[in-house]
């Protein structure tokens, strides 16, 4: 069964026809805009332009009389806004794909383009000025101040003091840091996942449109992870910006990656959204490397804001509202226990007041359905009996109350 909807990207709103449930729970992304009919709806036109794009690149290191090839041939787009996660395990060639891009190291062969320019023809101050970079652990400076941390770009650009400060508090009241408690801080000063966010919001001081992200949550405990991961993925809907993010944690990948391109041995095992590496694993390495339970943990790593129309009807007193940050099986329990279900659909909050968003029941129960029966699909991938991936065992009673 295939539907006609609104997919969400970045803020911009797709008209999209024929297309599968579960590819509505993220944006797909088209390699190439196919024609302005596909976009008809929301802020205007809105077109996906390729921001940084891979041509057969190769890096080969040679040390000690010894040759490694880091990165082998490896060609790919990003588009402008999309978030696209390297992924792969240790030594498959991710940084060095990802430090390429801003120059840290020099491509062997192969073309590297940033907005349509080649980045050898640029100079690297040039280049780097429109690339943000966030390693682990924020990568700050212990002997300045987190204001000064923020401020490091805009200083270099010349700007004022008033304007840089100014810059440094917007940028931390933005990454929930309240600048009157911190901005005076030293790093010593912060905890881990606080030192993550003055990192992220120097990446975003100058507002370059790139910024390039190595694991950047690697050294913050587990909650602390899941909350800056939720909190990235929120703050990345505001600004829109071109992200590419290194991580070897399939949970980080599926949570926030538009795109994900997954690696092994210097080369692209698979390069496409979520729902594809999902129901379309390339190869036996894709499916080990995503692991068993992967269906629902897609479902858990979708939010109910994704699947939220724009057109929201008229709320009655007794509609049901949820909010827009939880997943999709947190919401399916608190619909189950709750008493207001008479209506079509619920509506969706985003925690600034009235509901913003609308989602029916049978929209809903579609999702579920979907993962369960990509579930199914993989766990029993001949026996497959096509009714269970049909809507007709997914009533919304099924997931919600009677
Ligand atoms: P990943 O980020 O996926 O862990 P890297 O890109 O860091 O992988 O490394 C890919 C391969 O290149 C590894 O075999 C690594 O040992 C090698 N490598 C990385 N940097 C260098 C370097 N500066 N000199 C020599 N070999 C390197």
């Known amino acids: 069964m ?17 297309c599968h449930a579960f590819s509505l729970l993220r944006p797909t992304i088209p390699s190439r805009h196919p024609n302005n009919e596909d976009v008809v709806m929301g802020k205007g036109v809105c077109l ?16 000690d009389g010894h040759t490694t090839n880091a990165v082998e041939n490896v060609s790919f787009t990003v588009n402008e806004g999309e978030l696209a996660v390297l992924i792969g395990p240790s030594g498959s060639g991710k940084t060095t794909t990802m430090r390429m891009m801003n120059r840290l190291e020099e491509a062997t062969s192969g073309v590297i383009s940033v907005n349509g320019r080649n980045i050898r023809s640029m100079n690297v101050v040039e280049l780097r000025r429109n690339i943000g970079y966030v390693i682990q652990q924020g990568g700050l400076f212990p002997h300045f101040t987190v204001a000064e ?3 490091i770009v805009p200083r270099l650009l010349g700007w004022n003091k008033k304007r840089q400060r100014q810059r440094a508090e917007e940028l931390l009241a933005l990454v929930d840091l ?6 005076d801080r030293f790093p010593r000063q912060l905890s881990g996942g606080q030192q993550q966010r003055v990192g992220v919001a120097r990446a975003l001081a100058a507002d370059a449109p790139i910024i390039l992200m190595d694991e950047p949550f690697g050294a913050v405990d587990p909650i602390t992870r899941n909350q800056l991961q939720r909190w990235l993925r929120q703050i990345q809907r505001d600004v829109r910006k071109t992200i590419v993010f290194v991580t070897h944690d399939i949970n980080e990948a599926f949570l926030l990656g538009d795109r994900i391109i997954l690696m092994k041995d210097g080369q692209i095992q698979q390069n496409g959204t979520p729902a594809d590496l999902l129901r379309h694993p390339a190869s036996d390495f894709v499916k080990e490397f995503i692991g068993d339970e992967f269906a629902l943990q897609a479902l858990e790593h979708t939010y109910i804001a994704e699947l939220a129309t724009t057109e929201v009807p008229a709320m009655p007193d007794d509609g049901l509202v949820i909010s827009g940050d939880l997943s999709i099986p947190e919401a399916s329990r608190e619909i189950t226990q709750s ?20 989602v029916t029941y049978e929209e809903f129960a579609s999702v579920i359905s979907e993962g369960i029966a990509s579930d199914v699909e993989n766990e029993n991938r001949d026996e497959i009996n096509p ?3 049909g809507k007709e065992n997914a009533k919304p009673d099924a997931i919600s109350p009677r």
């Open 48 to 63: 996906l332009l390729p921001m940084i794009t891979l041509e057969n690149v190769t890096k080969i290191y040679r040390a």
């Open 178 to 183: 309240d600048p009157s408690v911190f901005a």
């Open 149 to 151: 941390n923020v401020s």
């Open 339 to 358: 008493e207001s279900t008479g209506h079509e659909g619920f509506w969706v909050s985003n925690g600034n007041g009235e509901p913003d968003g609308y």
């Open 387 to 389: 009714e269970l991936i």
């Open 2 to 18: 295939t539907y006609n909807g609104i997919l969400q990207l970045n803020g911009c709103l797709f008209w999209k026809r024929d």
